[in-house]
């Protein structure tokens, strides 16, 4: 059974924290999908991605491709992942279901501290998954570190 965790950005944008969390799950030998709401920025994250270091590459693809069900990160745009992820990212507001919480290993939602809709967004989310019995905890920048503010 997996659980759900909240990443509220306040100090490093999503073009930085990202990278981050993708090297810890493929570390652990996860597939992951990173899910948007918007084929665009989903495209100029997949470029963000790209301009990375090169010792930091992150294998990686952009949902439609002919190989996407062997990607081990791919972006998509709401659209159910080929890639069979261990893994869930979901990014600028993109909707995560109880049922892919308890399927995946982890699910993340990242989300932007100080745009107020994300915020309100990523608050009806939290309640909606931990309302349905999913284990959650939230995290916050602070002085420069992650910090655990809340489990359920």
């Given at each position: ?48 991605l ?38 869930v ?6 909707e ?37 019995g ?19």
């Amino acid at each position: 059974m997996g659980a759900a965790f909240f990443y509220h950005l306040t100090q490093t944008s999503l073009e930085q924290t990202l990278p981050m969390l993708l090297e810890k799950s493929r570390a652990a030998g996860w597939v992951v999908e990173v899910r948007g709401t918007d084929a665009e920025a989903m495209a100029r994250l997949d470029q963000a991605l790209w301009s990375g270091p090169p010792e930091s590459f992150l294998p990686h693809g952009l949902a439609g491709g002919d190989h996407d069900a062997d990607q081990p990160i791919l972006l998509t745009a709401g659209e159910a992942a080929a890639n069979a992820p261990d893994c869930v990212m979901s990014v600028h507001g993109a909707e995560v279901r109880a049922e892919e919480v308890t399927a995946a290993e982890r699910v993340c939602v990242l989300f932007d501290g100080h745009d107020g809709d994300a915020l309100a967004r990523a608050r009806v989310q939290w309640k909606a998954l931990t309302d349905a019995g999913v284990s959650a905890q939230y995290w916050a920048q602070d002085a420069g570190r992650w910090e655990k503010k809340a489990e359920k």
